[in-house]
DNA sequence: CTCTATCCGATAATGAGTATCATTACCAAC
DNA sequence: GTTGGTAATGATACTCATTATCGGATAGAG
C-alpha cells in the first residue's frame, strides 16, 4: 500500500510544513509547544476545539499550557494558515487552511452535535458568482448545513 | 405614501402575530416582557443579539430582566420562530424567521464586525441541489460571506 | 556565550449564556 | 370572586470558553 494514488507530484508537502515556513518567515520561534499544536492541527481530519486540541496532545505525553494552545492558534488564524469553523455551540473550531485553496464545508447533526464534512463543486460556483455580484469584497466563506445526520434520522 | 407596492396582499400579517400565534397555540401565555421581546425583534431590520434587544427594550422604558430575553429567545429558535445567527466573535445574534421560508444571509465584515443582509436566488437553488445530493436530512443552511464591507476596503 | 525579543505556562479576569428559586401573573374551574 | 395549578418573571449564582497578565524560560542571532 506503498503506491501513490492516481498522479505523481513529488511527496506535498504537509500543512505543518507550509505553516512552519509562513510562521518562521513571520520572525515567530519553533518551540516544543506550537510544535505540538501543528502536528495536531496537521493530523486531524476535521475541525477541532482547542481543548479538544490540547487534550490530544496532552494525552500524547506532552505538557503544554492550554494558553499556548489559544495563542498558537489565534496566530495561526491572524495568518490565514487556519480556519475558523463555528458550529454555533459557544466553541471554536479550527482546521488547517491548505495553501491551494482546498477546503471543504460542514453537515452539523442539530441532534448529536457531530460535524460531517462535505465538498461541493457546484456550491463553489454558486458562491463565487454571488460574490461578483455583490457591493462587498469577499475573502472567504462559512457554509453549515444543519440537520440531522444518518444516525438521528 | 400609503400605497401598497407592486402586489396586492391584504396587509400580510406581520411576523410578531404569526410568532404570538404559534406561542398561544402551544399553551405559552402573553405576557409583559414577552411582547416586548417580540415587538423588538419585529421591528428590526437584521440580526440582534440578546443583551442588544434588551438594550433596546429598557431604553424605551420598560423594565424587564435578562434572562427572560433569553428565555423568549430559546423558546422562540426552539418552535423556529427565529434564526440564530453567528457571526463568529462569540455572540449569538436572532433575527425573525418568516413562515414562509423568506430568509437572507449575511456579509460580515471581519475589519468593523458590520453585518449586510443579501439574497440571492441562484446561491439558494445551488444550496438545495447540494441538500439533495448528501446524505444527511438538511433542514436548514447557514451562509456567511466574509471579506471587507465598502468603508473598510 | 550573551543578550533580548519572544514564548511559556500558571492563574486570574472576563463575559456570554444557563440554572436556580422565590415571587408574581395568568386562567380555567369552582 | 376565590382558588389552585401552571407558566413566567427577574435577581442572582453559576458554568465554562476564551482572554489578559506576569514572572520565568528559551530560541537563536551575533
Ligand atoms: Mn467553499
Ligand atoms: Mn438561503
Ligand atoms: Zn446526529
Ligand atoms: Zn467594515
Redesign the pocket.
Known sequence: MSAEPHHHRPSAPSWSTHADEALSRR????????NAVLAALDSQACCA???EIHARITTDGT??????V???L?LLHGLALITRVDTGD???RYEPAHPNGEHHHHLVCNACGAVEAFHDGELEAAIHAVADRVDFRVDAHDIALRGACRRCR
Open positions: 520572525g515567530s520561534r519553533a518551540s516544543a509547544a506550537r476545539s482547542a481543548q505538557a503544554i499550557g492550554i494558553a499556548s489559544y495563542r498558537t489565534e459557544g466553541v471554536a
